[in-house]
């Protein structure tokens, strides 16, 4: 058995625990059609039914998928996103969870990085991934930096912190793969400063080309980059005010994880921090506008309410 077949083997048996009498849906795009045709061969094995979806490409990360498909996967006790676009942040993800589907997101994966999620220690993950998670929902107030220059404040009171651990075994659980992060949707108004984003960002950010976010009273009010910047601004005023809201804050914490230009991936390397602006439904927050994008920040500093949890990178939990 290869690796990529023992990712795949792991995500049903382990990550969804997927049984015999259950259903299963892949819903995939083209771009993304190999690893997904993968996964529902495993499925089948799994499962006595599994169904493979297929989705036009989304233009877009968090968008919707035809309505048809929604229903779909509302109606399965098993869901596994396979598309080339982020779709967590969808409706449709959100309606398949409150109906009790169990949902493993792998949007965006590539093969190596799904190769590289069978060697991490998912026990250790776990364990470092909901205590930050906790910090994160018993905090009130956070403060971010990097040697790049952010400088950024946020409001945590009344949310609840997001542990991804890559399982998604209790109705209605929602997880990823590869899994590492620990994140939280921000108090909506309260966030405040400059956020540098090195990569990410509908790919538009680089460590020798960073965005700038300066931010007031929760949304990106200026964004700063030059001609590499002009898609996410495009993005930003297709959608309006909204889609400038800072949706979360994150922190990686997957050992095992790399930079390789694989967001799916890269937001979960140990020790990184990411921003996501627009949609943050998903964090308990109000904004619906179809679009969130992740953009992330190398050797972060992180204070929760006076506290070092990350200092310059390295996680202190």
């Not at 929602?174 to 984003?197: D, H, K, Q, W």
Request: with cysteine; net charge positive.
């Amino acid at each position: 058995m290869t690796k990529l077949q023992r990712a795949a083997r792991l995500a049903l048996t382990q990550c969804l625990d997927a049984k015999q009498t259950e259903s299963v849906v892949v819903v995939a795009d083209a771009p993304a059609m190999e690893l997904a045709r993968l996964l529902w061969s495993t499925a089948l094995r799994v499962s006595r039914d599994a169904i493979l979806v297929e989705v036009p490409a989304p233009e877009r990360d968090g968008d919707e998928p035809p309505a048809s498909v929604s229903r779909i996967m509302a109606l399965a006790d098993v869901v596994l996103l396979v598309t080339s676009r982020a779709s967590q942040h969808s409706e449709a993800r959100r309606m398949a969870s409150r109906r009790g589907a169990r949902v493993l997101d792998m949007s965006g994966v590539t093969a190596d990085a799904l190769r590289r999620a069978v060697d991490v220690d998912y026990g250790e993950l776990a364990r470092r991934t909901r205590k930050l998670a906790d910090i994160l929902t018993i905090g009130r107030r956070a403060h971010l930096t990097n040697p790049a220059g952010t400088d950024a404040w946020f409001s945590l009171e009344g949310r609840k912190g997001i542990a991804d651990t890559g399982m998604a075994q209790k109705r209605g659980a929602y997880s990823s793969m590869p899994a590492g992060m620990a994140c939280i949707g921000p108090l909506p108004g309260e966030t405040r400063g400059r956020i540098v984003i090195e990569h990410g960002l509908g790919g538009c950010a680089r460590p020798d080309h960073p965005v700038i976010l300066d931010v007031k009273e929760g949304r990106a009010v200026a964004v700063h980059g030059g001609e590499a910047c002009a898609r996410l601004r495009e993005q930003l005023r297709a959608f309006g005010p909204e889609a400038r809201t800072v949706a979360e804050l994150g922190i990686g914490t997957n050992a095992g994880a790399r930079i390789t230009g694989c967001l799916a991936e890269d937001r979960k390397v140990l020790g990184t921090a990411h921003i996501g602006l627009g949609n943050n439904r998903s964090f308990g927050g109000s904004v619906n506008v179809p679009l969130h994008v992740d953009g992330i920040l190398f050797a972060p500093t992180l204070e929760i309410d006076g506290k070092v949890v990350v200092d310059h990178g390295q996680v202190m939990v």
